[in-house]
Antibody, heavy 123, light 108 residues
Framework: EVQLVQSGGALVQPGRSLRLSCAAS????????MHWVRQVPGKGLEWVSG????????DYADSVKGRFTVSRDNARNSLYLQMNSLRPEDTAFYFC????????????????WGQGTLVTVSS | DIQMTQSPSTLSASVGDRVTITCRAS??????LAWYQQKPGKAPQLLIS???TLESGVPSRFSGSGSGTEFTLTISSLHPDDFATYYC??????????FGQGTKVEIK
């Protein structure tokens, strides 16, 4: 059974940094691309970032480009999101999600999701 | 970016009702569309991919159809467990992957 267990959410002040983690099990982690998706409480879903199986292809939403960095450690079956220069509008639940294929490209959807972790940016 | 628009935003229905949710894309996405179900406090769960392929373990009362710019998710007979919010997602032109704004199915 695919499991994605997230950690790292917290209350942080604007301008500070935070790192989210997603521990994967139940599948061959280094065969698949992974993503981060966020959701403002009570609102819809917004794709944030994606990383290919070998970290060779990485993409970001314009809203986080230059501030967030996605990475993965295939030896540890883990995905990370480093969030710098946080803003109040980054307040959201953050979900990690497994891609159905190995590359960050059109033609593939997200077939498993983590439980989500809340990031609150406020002074 | 491709914009996805769902209708209605909220749908009130009773157990046993047939329910249809529509998702429209701002340009053709072929059949590269997924449907997700999300319950309060939980992660989204994939129901349907490629517009009409039911994921393993998803009840057969769920079905998807459409291609190009217009798609539908149908629940043939609403069960109590189906009251949730449903999202469509396009993956024809990605990144970025884009989602509809969601349709909340609530108890009438």
């Amino acid at each position: 059974e695919v499991q994605l267990v997230q950690s790292g959410g917290a209350l942080v002040q604007p301008g500070r940094s935070l790192r989210l983690s997603c521990a994967a099990s139940g599948f061959t982690f280094d065969d698949y691309a992974m993503h981060w998706v966020r959701q403002v409480p009570g609102k819809g879903l917004e794709w944030v970032s994606g990383i290919s199986w070998n970290s060779g292809d990485i993409d970001y939403a314009d809203s986080v480009k230059g501030r967030f960095t996605v990475s993965r450690d295939n030896a540890r079956n883990s995905l990370y999101l480093q969030m710098n220069s946080l803003r109040p509008e980054d307040t959201a639940f953050y979900f990690c999600a497994k891609d159905a294929q190995g590359v960050v490209a059109a033609g593939s959807h997200f077939d498993s999701w983590g439980q989500g972790t809340l990031v609150t940016v406020s002074s | 970016d491709i914009q996805m628009t769902q209708s209605p935003s909220t749908l009130s229905a009773s157990v046993g009702d047939r329910v249809t949710i529509t998702c429209r894309a701002s340009q053709s996405i072929s059949n590269w569309l997924a449907w997700y179900q999300q319950k309060p406090g939980k992660a989204p769960q994939l129901l349907i991919s490629d517009a009409s392929t039911l994921e393993s373990g998803v009840p057969s009362r769920f079905s998807g159809s459409g291609s190009g710019t217009e798609f539908t998710l149908t629940i043939s007979s609403l069960h109590p467990d189906d009251f949730a919010t449903y999202y469509c997602q396009q993956y024809n032109t990605s990144p970025p992957w884009t989602f509809g704004q969601g349709t909340k199915v609530e108890i009438k």
